[in-house]
């Protein structure tokens, strides 16, 4: 089966097991090689998927095809899906089980079962079983192992088992987990940020910087110190002023 000005490896491509298979409308697309690849949506065509195993942009029936995918790419790998409505710019490179659905302008780089969905000018670059959600636009997940992302504007580093926003809502944008372990932003902590830890759960409060444990050495490479500041309205600084709780649960001030 070949589109207009379309092209696959493997001629006619009448669904035989090991045919790729490109539908009929599907024009200026190509399957440039691979065993039961298939494009299968409807639009204006512009796909591509260079080889692998049972990769799929659209639907796996070839007798019915889903969504409305163009300009898209699925450069490898097995049993990757690129699906959707009115979804155009996609790329999937590699990988195996990865899923891409409803996306635009969004980018899936390798690993496994990593899914992408609702999301537009996302990307997940590697790892294993992570997801960004829909409201997950402009976010990112580097690598590591079930990370999730449900806010826009977000990015984890890596690590295992990290969270950023919430399922049901709330304002977690801009916000940053840079590796560790089971580390959650909650909803409405826009701006913050956990480093390196495992097991904050706690991180709440809009514009704040989480983490354990701190070793600052003032000492600067170019032999210029670099002083600890803690300033600001709040934090009332003054000359021969020292750090006291004002809170009892570790909130100071000059």
């Known amino acids: 089966y070949r589109g207009v000005n379309s092209i696959s490896t493997v001629l006619p491509g009448n669904g035989n097991v090991g045919d790729n298979f490109i539908k009929n409308s599907m024009a200026w697309s190509n399957i440039g090689g691979g065993y039961e690849n298939k494009l299968n949506t409807s639009g204006p065509g512009y796909n591509n998927i260079a080889g692998g195993y049972d990769n799929v942009i659209g639907g796996t029936n070839i007798k019915i095809s889903l969504g409305n995918s163009a300009y898209s790419f699925i450069g490898g790998g097995y049993s990757n899906r690129l699906t ?3 979804t155009y710019y996609d790329v999937i490179s590699g ?4 899923r891409l659905h409803n996306g635009g302008f969004t980018f899936l780089g390798g690993g496994r079962e990593n899914i992408i969905t609702g999301a537009t000018s996302a990307g997940i670059v590697g ?3 992570n997801i960004i959600w829909g409201g997950g636009d402009q976010s990112s997940i580097v690598g590591g192992y079930h990370n999730t992302v449900f806010s826009h504007s977000s990015v984890i580093g890596g690590g295992a088992e990290n969270t950023i926003g919430s399922p049901i809502g709330g304002n977690t944008s801009y916000a940053g987990i840079f590796n560790g372990s089971g580390n959650t932003i909650g909803r409405n902590a826009e701006y913050a940020a ?10 709440s409060s809009p514009e704040t910087t989480y983490l354990k444990g701190l070793d600052a050495n003032t000492n600067g490479y170019d032999g210029i110190d670099r002083p600890l500041k803690y300033h600001g309205t709040y934090a009332q ?4 002023r020292f750090l006291k709780d004002i809170s009892g649960v570790g909130e100071a001030r000059w």
Do not use: V
């Open 127 to 129: 790892g294993k079983e």
């Open 194 to 203: 956990i480093i390196g830890a495992r097991g904050i759960n706690y991180a």
């Open 95 to 98: 990988g195996y089980e990865n």
């Open 84 to 86: 959707g409505g009115d």
């Open 237 to 240: 600084p003054g000359l021969g």
